[in-house]
């Protein structure tokens, strides 16, 4: 299904200072005094040609009704009554390759996520690494990898979702996470020991953590790395205070909880990669954006639908230094 995030694959979405042609986008139904937008192409056989043909360019590429088949032979039939036929063939010729180049490059990246993953949570599973130095492996990791596509695999599991009110306390330090979520609120602050703890207590815990606590809400409001802390040691950290206060029950059971999340999360990322080819050689020919957009809702599998987006993204970015034209910026 990889159609579905690029029709045909080779959009060159370009600067006005690499030269080539502004279209205007279709508008509908928006208000007469809308600004409007246009779509830059690094396509040189648009330049002579009238700004109704340019129009009837726009409309088709934006028409949400059509499959991409249906597309392609309105594209054609346009380069042929505009007299620029073979340059339409052309291009979508490059595309073509462009597609075969692109299912190459994800298979690989798919191959090679399970060996770098391993290395990615080897990191993570380090007790004897502070925050900061976990992170520095981490970059250096992601350094070596230079298969296009995988990069952004990792990236894109990198920082799991969680319910609010169940982020982990001891699975990611707090110093990591929390930048990346506005409300993270592990699970134990909720339960009766923290509670009943007193505030210098909690001030304590929240330093340990490396936190700035909100007794009010109880969610974290600010971070900042503990360097002196490993892993290992913000356990035993965390487990000594829970002996000083009653809590050593809740936060066993805190870890149990995250161990058994870890456990899932990882299970859940390989069920993905295992389902990604698939959906990479699905074809999607015959499908409008309507259809494509439900079955991209139809994902189940967790973690699936980021890979997706993720190669997106690098479409997108590569597309951007790209010099040919793409016929699916409407979908």
Request: one cysteine or more; hydrophobic letters at 40%; charged letters at 25%.
């Amino acid at each position: 299904m990889l159609p579905i995030i690029v029709l045909f694959s080779s959009l060159a979405f370009v600067s006005a200072t690499e030269g080539g042609i502004d279209i205007p986008i279709p508008l509908g139904d928006a208000a007469v005094d809308t600004v409007p937008l246009t779509l830059h192409f690094n396509f040189p056989a648009m330049s002579n040609l009238s700004e109704q043909a340019k129009k009837d360019f726009a409309d088709i590429l934006f028409n949400q009704d059509i499959t991409k088949t249906e597309m392609e032979n309105h594209i054609r039939s346009w380069g042929a009554n505009n007299g620029i036929l073979d340059a339409v063939n052309l291009e979508m010729t490059k595309d073509d390759q462009r597609t075969k180049d692109l299912r190459v490059n994800i298979t690989k990246a798919i191959a090679e996520f399970p060996a770098a993953f391993a290395k990615y949570t080897a990191i993570e599973d380090n007790k004897s690494l502070t925050i900061n130095q976990a992170n520095e492996e981490t970059e250096a990791l992601l350094d070596t990898i230079k298969t296009p596509y995988l990069k952004r695999f990792i990236y894109a599991v990198s920082y799991p979702d969680y319910a609010e009110g169940e982020e982990p306390l001891f699975t990611i330090n707090a110093a990591k996470q929390c930048p990346h979520s506005s409300s993270y609120r592990p699970s134990f602050f909720n339960s009766p020991p923290f509670e009943k703890a007193s505030a210098d207590a909690k001030t304590e815990f929240s330093n340990i953590i490396s936190v700035r606590l909100s007794f009010i809400s109880r969610e974290i409001i600010d971070c900042f790395q503990n360097e002196s802390l490993t892993k290992g040691q913000l356990e035993t950290e965390i487990k000594s205070w829970a002996a000083k206060n009653n809590a050593t029950d809740a936060v066993n059971a805190a870890q149990v909880k995250d161990q058994e999340f870890t456990r899932s999360l990882r299970g859940n990322i390989t069920k993905a990669v295992n389902e990604l080819p698939a959906l990479i050689t699905k074809s999607t020919m015959e499908q409008t954006k309507e259809r494509i957009e439900t079955e991209l809702k139809g994902i189940s599998t967790p973690y699936l639908r980021e890979m997706i987006e993720a190669i997106g993204e690098k479409i997108e970015e590569d597309e951007k230094s790209q010099s040919t034209f793409n016929l699916s910026l409407g979908r």
